[in-house]
């Protein structure tokens, strides 16, 4: 299947056909991975790494990351 390079405003764009997308299960706004290789152009589908709680936990060091902060005075009809 051949593609065309075409201009699209400052950039530049090729169209993948819709029987490619589907069969893929890709969908709009979905984020891709492009590399070359010998002279290819690979277009893989990110894939976000999900981090368990323990896996966050682990990674902790123990440091307080929140930072210092002043209630300012009410703005409108707030009760303090």
């Known amino acids: 299947m051949e593609a065309r390079l075409q201009k ?3 950039s530049v764009g090729i169209r993948i056909p819709s029987n490619i997308i589907k069969s893929l299960n890709l969908k709009i706004n979905d ?3 492009l ?3 010998d002279k290819k ?15 966050r936990f ?3 060091n123990g440091k307080n990351l ?3 902060f002043e209630w300012d005075e009410p703005q409108g009809r707030e009760i303090w």
């Open 8 to 10: 699209w405003g400052n």
């Open 31 to 33: 984020v891709l991975e």
């Open 41 to 55: 152009i690979i277009i893989t589908k990110s894939v976000k790494k999900t981090i368990s709680l323990e896996e």
């Open 58 to 60: 682990k990674a902790y």
């Open 35 to 37: 590399e070359t290789e």
């Open 66 to 68: 929140a930072k210092d």
